[in-house]
Nanobody, 122 residues
Framework: QMQLVQSGGGSVQAGGSLRLSCTASGPTDGVYVMGWFRQPPGKAREYVALLNLSAGSTSYADSVSGRFTMSRENAKYSSYLQMNDLKPEDTAVYYC???????????????WGQGTQVTVSS
């Protein structure tokens, strides 16, 4: 089955930037969307950004719109999340995901990366 491997993340002060990467391997049948989600401490996993692999369209949660940018490597099942002007409330474990539908519900994503910690200090 498809596997997603993440890299990037780490610790940064408020106002700083980080870039996350996600690379897929294995069968890609039925995968049309890649997404980024995050899980803040003590909270449920939440949607951050989506990318339609065919149309190239993206969508963002209101909390990150204008600060985060999701992109892909051409012709490959790889995605990036560029995070600028980071805030302490962005602190979370970030996950990349892949699935068939352009939706923000985590239940609709069968493939997940291993997660990477992002910590933003004030």
């Amino acid at each position: 089955q498809m596997q997603l491997v993440q890299s990037g993340g780490g610790s940064v002060q408020a106002g700083g930037s980080l870039r996350l990467s996600c690379t897929a391997s294995g069968p890609t049948d039925g995968v049309y969307v890649m997404g980024w989600f995050r899980q803040p401490p003590g909270k449920a996993r939440e949607y951050v950004a989506l990318l339609n692999l065919s149309a190239g369209s993206t969508s963002y949660a209101d909390s990150v719109s204008g600060r985060f940018t999701m992109s892909r490597e051409n012709a490959k099942y790889s995605s990036y999340l560029q995070m600028n002007d980071l805030k302490p409330e962005d602190t979370a474990v970030y996950y990349c995901a892949a699935g068939p539908y352009y939706v923000s519900d985590t239940n609709d994503y069968p493939y997940w990366g291993q997660g990477t910690q992002v910590t933003v200090s004030s």
